[in-house]
């Protein structure tokens, strides 16, 4: 931004030209929501679903897979141990789910970055995990460590992401067991934005603390938190040993975790919103007190990936209205717990970044608005439900985020929102485009797309009638060109190169 | 609905066979909402922007052109009457839109297919307006009534629209006088769900009122409302002649009119949202007012249409934050006044039924569902700010249209809805493909899209890598191969033959 800010002063010629090709990298701060949440569930539903939730734990409960500790944890919690199955009595996950803070800071290493996650913000974080990437000039191809650091460059440029998210993509040309290092360098060095760690194993999470303790200092990461990580839940009501042995890291380091069942309607969980919902809860409640087991206060975000099976082809869908309505339901039962919400993205089923692409996104992102989320990972760039990063979907969906920025926005009523001066100068059959109030008011009154086509006709028909991921292509094209490494302490750049060539020289490849 | 099930009865392989070409007339009833609505505004924002809204009527007032008639009712009623301005005094609009009723029916002529309009029902109409077409095949063209008959097709069959619309697309190559006879005659023989009138003079009202006379009686139509028409009003606080002679025509003989703001902020309102929701409630008091001293109780739906300019090209743009902000406040501001709402639509500012179009699309869609809108015209086909009907995107926004349904369902939280045993069944680590609840619910527990691609990738991609487009394209086709018009009396066929014939007779063409 110091960048950008330095090349605008000054005027003539020479300026307004610096000023045309000036890399544009402003950063919106996080969203704050000035409305309200939709609440779709009323009194007596919430009621039911939370009864029924501490019945699920009590009666059925969950699987602590492969974890004698874990078992060991609950069982001196209070909780009725048997075999890997844990049983919790009714009201104790949710007392132990107290002492998780309902809202947190993730330190950026720009501090004009860092995010409050939790009340009524939402910081907006990039697709997560897939193995493919696609672009139109390369087609659908396996994702490289490339590729990664293409996403990472394009998450740092994207005004209205506050987070450079996690696995981007998956770099399938490094060692799975070495990938994260990389990933995490990316991260670290080529943007300045909060960004998660590793999940896959334990040791992986130790690697993304003590990384972390060099970018920011190893004092810094052990008061403050910053990271936030995806720990899924293998849905129904399974916790294993891969992803509770990371969130054991994380929480014992004060990182923060983002416990998400995992769920695929009618497959992982009933087919039914309100049976989707009870198991949702009893499984956040089960997985935020078993973090605060580890660590009581460690920052916890409640979380709901949430899709349907296509009960013809067996394959998830998304954008549609049962998902629409767990996530509404979640954001209130998390609510009423006082944890901070994950949910919603930009997720769709189709193959290309075409319609069916942008209605489910759509659909999905309104829907995480509107239901409260704190944490919105998968904002932009999913495709092809999630087998897929694309990088014109990415910047189409970026700048999509933009509309929730605005809306969040709400109604101003000061005098200068009320514009009554506004109208008794224009009057009837008059018109507005000259009057004093939009003079002053124009260029911050209307949220403006920079990708899509505002252009006449004649126009866009000369320049060879685009289509929306035309121009996502030569966005992509234009911001990696433009792209500029933030500064980085070159101490700090020496000691995480040195970090990460000793562990990678510490152990042979493996690839699976 | 009759052939379709006929055909399904039986068994075998013929039966089958049958089954799979049999024509899909399945039509849902209106949407009934069993969520609540978006409230954005507090008590105070909806307080200042109705006194502002007084104020502006008192104070500025508003034009009624050409239309000595109405002045005088005006001053009759007690407004100031100073040329053509009326200036109302604080309250007497109000109090004369008390008499329209919060809810209506509005009758079909297949009674299965009438809609409530207001209180939490929301009906859906196609889009209405564009001189212009586009397919695939043919590219962007003027359109023609053969087009205009086959989008009344295509609204006929698509499950999810209630409504046939009115002008579906300008039919350009009729004369401008004649047009509405061909077009109402197309919507009342193509189609058996309810339509709209002409506006567009308040003899081809009168024409309106008469066919409607022929179709459903005389009477009949004296005694109940068959046409729900657009009138809008020339923003600002104008309302011109031609619109307000449709509005006394169709108010006197009890049909229902929109009486709609037209504004594309920045230029008929200004650029602030609480500014043009003061205009916006200012005009639609005065104009429900005036629906009011032409017939007390006169069926009425309070209308926003709501774009915002791009300040750098002059384009209205669409599904912007703003839009969404004016459309949630207005429908809080509607319904204090107990009126039925009308706003949101399919609208976007894309010259290709594309991802910008998509999301544009879904943005308005979901605000219309959460904003309380009751009727929602343009829910389907829009394109290129409303300069193109599109027949591809008509079907892609038709499919989406059960999103909202589906939304609007809620969440059941009786004993199936709970899953209870089903949660039971499963148990930690197992699946819910197989078990009963799911096996009892599947068929109708979630929304299916009957158009997007669900197909894992190499099905697709052996299909040929279709997107969206190219989907609907083929969908276009199968509709309208599959169409079979729905049967009507002779003598009322021959009565609407005979009625336009001599209307058309009695006339010379006129294009302008």
């Known amino acids: 931004m110091a960048e950008a800010r330095t090349r605008r002063r000054g005027g003539g010629g020479a300026a307004r030209r610096a000023e045309r090709t000036a890399v544009n990298f402003e950063c919106a701060k996080f969203i704050t929501r000035n ?8 009194e007596e539903a919430m009621e039911i679903i939370e009864y029924n939730a501490e019945t699920v734990l009590e009666e ?11 078992l060991a944890r609950w069982k ?28 947190f800071t993730q330190h950026a290493r720009n501090p004009e970055r860092s995010v409050e996650i939790g009340g009524k913000n939402m910081v907006l974080a990039p ?3 897939p193995p493919f990437v696609r672009d139109a000039d390369g087609g659908r191809r396996y994702a ?31 060692p799975v067991n070495k990938r994260h290092l990389d990933m995490l360098h990316a991260h670290m060095t080529l943007s300045d934005k909060p960004y998660m760690g590793s999940v896959t194993a334990p040791e992986r999470a130790q690697d993304s603390v003590d990384m972390s303790g060099i970018l920011f200092g190893k004092d810094f990461v052990q008061q403050n938190t910053v990271m936030t990580s995806l720990i899924n839940i293998n849905s129904p009501m399974q916790f294993d040993d891969v992803m509770m042995g990371a969130l054991e890291v994380f929480a ?17 969980a009933p087919v039914s919103v309100a049976g989707t919902l009870t198991q949702v809860l009893a499984e956040v409640l089960a997985g935020v007190a078993y973090s605060q087991l580890i660590r009581k206060g460690a920052p916890v975000i409640a979380g709901t990936f949430v899709s349907s099976i296509d009960m013809n082809s067996g394959a998830p869908t998304f954008g549609t209205p049962e998902a629409a309505n ?20 930009s997720f769709n089923g189709s193959k290309l970044p075409d319609a069916q692409a942008a209605y489910e996104t759509a659909n999905s992102l309104n829907t995480g608005l509107l239901s409260g989320v704190n944490f919105m990972l998968h904002s932009a760039g999913w495709l092809e439900g999630g087998l897929v990063s694309s990088f014109e979907k990415f910047v189409m969906d970026a700048d999509q985020l933009g509309v929730l920025h605005g809306i969040a926005k709400g109604v101003e009523v000061d005098v200068n929102g009320q514009a009554m001066d506004a109208i ?36 866009w028909e000369e320049e060879g009638a685009r289509d929306t991921q035309a121009l996502a292509t030569e966005k992509v094209k234009k911001m990696l060109s433009d792209y500029q490494e933030p500064t980085l302490d070159p101490g700090i750049a020496e000691g995480l190169k040195d970090y990460i060539a000793e562990k990678k020289a510490s152990m042979p490849d493996a690839f699976t």
């Open 35 to 42: 409305i309200p949440n939709l609440e779709i569930l009323n």
């Open 60 to 70: 059925i409960g969950v699987n602590f897979v492969e974890n004698p500790a874990a």
């Open 76 to 103: 001196d919690a209070g909780a009725d141990v048997d075999g890997e199955r844990v049983r919790i009595p009714r009201g104790l996950a949710r007392e132990l789910c107290k002492t998780a803070p309902s809202s």
């Open 127 to 129: 697709v997560y995990g």
């Open 144 to 174: 490289t460590i490339e590729d990664f650091r293409n996403f990472v460059r394009l998450g740092y440029m994207s005004k209205w992401l506050h987070h450079s998210g996690g696995t981007v993509c998956e770099p399938t040309d490094v």
């Open 252 to 268: 014992a380091n004060n990182q923060a975790s983002i416990i998400s069942p995992f769920i695929v309607g009618g497959a992982m």
């Open 326 to 345: 767990v996530t509404y339901g979640a954001g209130q039962l998390f609510r009423r717990l006082g944890l901070p919400y994950r949910s919603a993205g």
């Open 424 to 459: 008794r100068e224009v009057g009837p059959g008059g018109h507005y485009l000259g009057c004093d109030h939009t003079q002053q008011n124009f260029k911050s009154a209307f949220w403006r797309s920079e990708l899509l086509d505002y252009k006449p006709y004649e126009t």
